[in-house]
């Protein structure tokens, strides 16, 4: 895992610092969980104009900074389908 600093605005830390306290963990752990979450939301987005064929699975890639072969792999992982023929 990459550590990474940032500068968080002030209603963003104020949630931030909420959640660790009510949840008793670090503000690391919550910022990730936050970011993990996030990214979560953007893939399904992106999946869900793939298989509508608005984008092909390479600029679905490309939108998420990785190959078409971490991609292919990304959706087994989750068990969804890598290919967007009708079924």
Known sequence: M??????????????VEHKSRERQVSPEQTISEL??????ALLR?????YRRG????????QELGITSW???HL????EWVVHNLPS
């Open 45 to 49: 987005q992106l999946y869900d104009r």
């Open 75 to 78: 959706l087994e992982e989750r």
């Open 35 to 40: 970011v993990s979450l996030g990214f979560e």
């Open 2 to 15: 990459e550590s990474v600093d940032i500068k968080l605005e002030q209603p963003i830390r104020q949630f």
């Open 70 to 72: 971490e991609l292919s």
């Open 54 to 61: 608005e984008i092909s699975f390479g600029r679905l890639a």
